[in-house]
């Protein structure tokens, strides 16, 4: 196992969660950070993305409600969700490549792509 998640859960409509991703130290800063999740019987969705520059992409769904951030010293990566709905329950994987363009789109994430095992996030109504 390459990249840790950890920090899912069940909350109620509204509630927040945080998600670290610890990462090994060969997976450096160069490399974009993603934020992924997938329902069962769908595809894997691209939640948000931030490069070596500290910059920033989120799916529109996800905008206003959830940040992603990274501590480079602390080989973590986080996504800060707020004000979660039903709609946000799933499997979220963090993931590590170095993409042409650092965007949250699986399609991107297919050069040098490195893959956690996953955590569950739940939201009830």
């Known amino acids: 196992v390459e990249l840790v998640e950890s920090g899912g859960g069940s909350v109620q409509a509204g509630g927040s969660l945080r998600l670290p991703c610890e990462r090994p130290?060969?997976?450096?800063?160069?490399?974009?950070m993603g934020w992924f999740r997938q329902v069962p019987g769908k595809v894997r969705e691209g939640v948000a993305t931030?490069?070596?520059?500290?910059?920033?992409d989120y799916i529109d769904s996800v905008k206003g409600r959830f940040t992603i951030s990274r501590d480079n010293a602390a080989n973590t990566l986080y996504l800060q969700m707020n004000n979660l709905k039903p709609e946000d329950t799933a499997m979220y994987y963090c993931?590590?490549?170095?993409?042409?363009?650092?965007?949250?789109?699986?399609?991107?994430?297919?050069?040098?792509?490195?893959w956690g095992q996953g955590t569950q996030v739940i939201v009830s109504s």
């Open positions: 130290g060969f997976i450096d800063r160069s490399y974009c």
């Open positions: 993931a590590a490549d170095r993409p042409f363009h650092c965007t949250p789109n699986p399609a991107s994430f297919v050069y040098d792509p490195h």
């Open positions: 931030i490069d070596m520059d500290g910059s920033r």
